[in-house]
């Protein structure tokens, strides 16, 4: 594994982690920070759910598929013969919201989400990081075939 994912993977995990404890504290008493109200701001919402608020209270299994994931992702990075900058940077966005999520669900039995918008479900960086991840596998491999 290359020095920059040693560094770029725990960077982003604790960017996920700071950003989960900070907000869990200043929202925990139902505070609302609005940054563009009424349609952006940051709202405290203890997930036990998946995106969209699926699987509601299947904690240990969303935490289990997570962990298949994330095992699927080293046989998946061993197996690709022809990494760049680019695989390895959606690679390490990939791997750490994974990590960010599981961390919570394991630990914690929920995912912190903050970020609100009007026209999205709440969502944290870890999600963010997994977008990432995976809209830069489609475009690599789309390049790739190009």
């Known amino acids: 594994m290359p020095l920059f994912l040693k560094i770029f993977i725990p960077a982003l995990f604790a960017v996920d982690r700071i950003s989960k404890v900070?907000?869990?504290?200043?929202?925990?008493?139902?505070?609302?920070i609005w940054f563009m109200k009424p349609w952006a701001g940051f709202i405290l919402v203890l997930n036990q759910g998946a995106a969209f608020g699926l699987f509601q209270g299947k904690v240990y299994i969303l935490a289990l598929i997570s962990l298949v994931v994330l095992i699927g992702l080293v046989y998946f990075y061993k197996q690709e013969p022809h990494k760049t900058f680019f695989w390895y940077l959606a690679f390490g966005f990939l791997v750490s919201g994974a990590a960010g999520n599981l961390y919570d669900r394991l630990f914690q039995g929920y995912v912190i989400d903050f970020f609100y918008t009007s026209f999205w479900p709440?969502?944290?960086f870890a999600d963010i990081f997994i977008n990432l991840g995976i809209g830069g596998f489609i475009v690599?491999?789309?390049?790739k075939r190009v």
Do not use: A, C, S
Request: hydrophobic share 50%.
């Open 140 to 143: 690599f491999y789309f390049l």
């Open 122 to 124: 709440t969502f944290n």
């Open 22 to 32: 900070y907000f869990l504290n200043i929202l925990k008493d139902g505070n609302v």
